[in-house]
């Protein structure tokens, strides 16, 4: 065996055919479909072929931002198509939620600011084209859902309990205290996800970013020590978006005197 | 006997006083230049069918809507320059389903009045339930139980008006009269009462004065007195049976 064989083996390379194996795969959930008559054939086909293009692209492209002579504001010009391509994603999940598309891009630019300003603020780690991409996406990514969750269940939240909030409202309590109870249910639904995740790695399932670098040939520890911190940056970031989220928007279901508008009902 | 009536009878300024008053929601015009008063110390009736605006017109009292056109005024005053959230506290509102928040009762006269502890008993004592009550989940309490203690939980903020939405419409008899006995029983102590109602007998029962209203306008005092004597006014939709 040669020593290009032997890497092969210990890090997880994965060459052309590697790739095409890997295909195999998903053939086998394309046969259960066929089986069961899920009907889910060329979904699965289909999802699979634009996922490598969509990834081949990708990582064409971070090879030429990756590149030292490209400036890292190409990075950051990267972070922001990021974040507004979410904002328009949330939009397009959320269609009863007033305002959707305004308050995803200030949650989503909110929490992109505070948690990389935390980790490269606090020099956990080094500010450059292959770190800030990548964390970038990690906050965006796991903060979508989240969004989605906490603003669909505000809007849910103040449409179902309409008579309760506007029985705080005549008591002379603020829009802002009467809404407090709903907005902190909503955020909990939104959070509890991330924090159960939290709670099961390493027990349940090794993270993405982890098994990556262990695949990658890293040590262990050091895997584990990325991976941590990715873990606290993804909870962080979905606490501050949730939070935004869930706050902007029970300001917007209330007038500047203190009345809750009527939200129109939107087919989901 | 209509909104004017309580007026002449010699009770003072109105406490509340609807002024040329539009409501419109979108497209659908809810109040029409409606005109009327609402008297201290005594129970003011908002009757009409179904659809006929009484609830927004309620709903303006506290600011929980607001007029389109016109001006609804709390003791001269223009309501729209009133600090809202303390308006709402001198103008009480008890809702069409009680409303009782998650928690204990005693957890939810916290809410209306965070420091009034030593009222609590006094309050539910007053509405009849009994004192020791206050440690009972709100879900517990049977439909006219709760909406006593919503009534108890809104006269803990003092008010000097009490707007009564239709509180019955989910009340069996029993608990019907003994909530109307509670409203009669605040106006005579001197409480604006202010009460919506279809229900031509609870009409009859508890109204010193009444306010017609038919798609959106206050009926003519002639239509207002067929309406009320139960013969072909404006419209018969909703007319509640007399108890």
């Known amino acids: 065996m040669t020593s290009a064989a032997t890497t092969t083996v210990t890090t997880g390379y994965v060459g052309w055919l590697g790739l095409v194996a890997s295909l195999s795969l998903v053939g086998i959930a394309v046969a259960i479909s066929i089986w069961q008559h899920l009907g889910l054939e060329r979904s699965l086909i289909w999802a699979s072929v634009r996922a490598i293009v969509q990834l081949l692209a990708v990582g064409a492209l971070l090879a030429v931002v990756f590149s030292p002579h490209v400036p890292l504001i190409a990075s950051w010009a990267w972070v922001l198509f990021m974040v507004v391509f979410a904002a328009d994603t949330i939009r397009r999940r959320a269609p009863e939620v007033p305002g959707a598309l305004g308050l995803a891009l200030m949650s989503l630019g909110l929490a992109t600011v505070v948690c990389l300003g935390v980790l490269f603020g606090l020099r956990i780690f080094p500010l450059n084209a292959r770190t800030l991409i990548p964390l970038a996406g990690m906050v965006v990514g796991n903060s979508l859902t989240a969004t989605v969750v906490a603003a669909r269940r505000v809007v849910a939240e103040f449409t179902d309990k309409r008579a309760e909030v506007e029985a705080r409202l005549a008591l002379g309590i603020s829009s802002r205290d009467s809404a407090r109870p709903y907005v902190r249910d909503a955020l909990r639904t939104a959070m509890i996800s991330q924090i159960e995740s939290t709670k099961a790695v390493g027990l349940v399932f090794l993270p993405g970013a982890m098994t990556g670098l262990i695949l990658a040939g890293e040590k262990p520890l050091q895997a584990v020590l990325v991976q941590a911190a990715v873990m606290f940056l993804i909870l962080g970031a979905v606490a501050t978006t949730a939070a935004a989220m869930s706050l902007g928007l029970s300001r917007r279901l209330f007038t500047p005197d203190h009345r809750l508008v009527r939200l129109a009902r939107v087919a989901t | ?243």
């Open chain 2, 1 to 243: 006997m209509t909104g004017q009536d309580a007026e002449d009878q010699g009770t003072g300024a109105p406490v509340l006083a609807f002024e040329e008053v539009c409501v419109r929601f979108g497209d659908t015009e809810v109040l029409r230049s409606v005109t009327a008063d609402v008297a201290d110390a005594r129970v003011t009736v908002l009757a009409g069918p179904s659809g006929s605006g009484k609830t927004t017109l309620l709903r303006l009292c506290n600011r929980l809507e607001v007029p389109s056109g016109g001006t609804v005024r709390f003791r001269g005053d223009d309501l729209a320059l009133l600090d809202p959230l303390a308006l709402r506290r001198r103008v009480g509102m008890v809702f069409q389903r009680p409303t009782l928040f998650p928690g204990t009762i005693a957890e939810n006269f916290a809410v209306a009045a965070p420091d009034g502890g030593a009222e609590y008993e006094r309050q539910l004592v007053a509405v009849g339930l009994p004192g020791d009550w206050l440690d009972r989940p709100a879900d517990e309490l049977s439909g006219g139980e709760a909406q006593r203690a919503c009534l108890a939980r809104t006269l803990l903020t003092g008010p000097e008006v009490l707007l009564m939405d239709e509180p019955t419409s989910s009340l069996d008899p029993a608990a019907t009269r003994t909530l109307e006995a509670l409203g009669v029983g605040l106006a005579r102590s001197g409480l604006a009462v202010l009460w919506v109602s279809h229900d031509l007998g609870q009409v009859r029962r508890i109204a010193d004065a009444c306010i017609v209203l038919h798609e959106g306008r206050v009926a003519d005092s002639a239509d207002a007195a067929d309406y009320l004597a139960d013969r072909d006014g404006p419209g018969d939709a909703g007319r509640g049976g007399t108890p």
